[in-house]
C-alpha cells in the first residue's frame, strides 16, 4: 500500500472509530462558535469536529503536530464572527500555510 493509501486508510478509521465513540471532541467550543456565527446546527457542528479530527489525524502522521497545534491555537484566540455571518481566520494565514506546507 502507498504512503498516501495507507494513511488515508488510517484517517478513514480513525474518524469511523471517533464517530462510533460518540465523545465530544477538543474541537466543540470552536466548531460551536463557528457555526453560531454561520447560523449553522448540530449537525454543521458534528462536520465541524470530524473535520478538525481528521486534519489532526493528518497532521500526526505527517509529523506536523507542532504546526497543528499552532493553527488550532490561533484559531481558537484569534478567529472572529463577521457582521455578514462569515468566520474570519485570515490572522491565521501564516500558520495555515505553515501547517499545509509541513502535510504536503
Do not use: F, P
Amino acid at each position: 500500500m502507498t504512503k498516501i493509501g495507507g494513511s488515508l486508510m488510517v484517517v478513514v478509521v480513525a474518524v469511523a472509530g471517533s464517530l462510533s465513540a460518540g465523545c465530544g471532541s477538543g474541537y466543540s467550543q470552536y466548531c460551536q462558535d463557528q457555526m453560531d456565527c454561520r447560523n449553522g446546527n448540530d449537525r454543521d457542528v458534528e462536520a465541524c469536529e470530524i473535520d478538525a479530527s481528521k486534519d489532526e489525524d493528518v497532521a500526526s502522521l505527517e509529523g506536523c503536530d507542532d504546526q497543528w497545534a499552532q493553527l488550532v491555537d490561533c484559531r481558537e484566540s484569534d478567529g472572529r464572527c463577521t457582521t455578514d455571518h462569515k468566520w474570519d481566520e485570515t490572522r491565521c494565514d501564516a500558520e495555515r500555510d505553515r501547517w499545509h506546507e509541513c502535510i504536503d
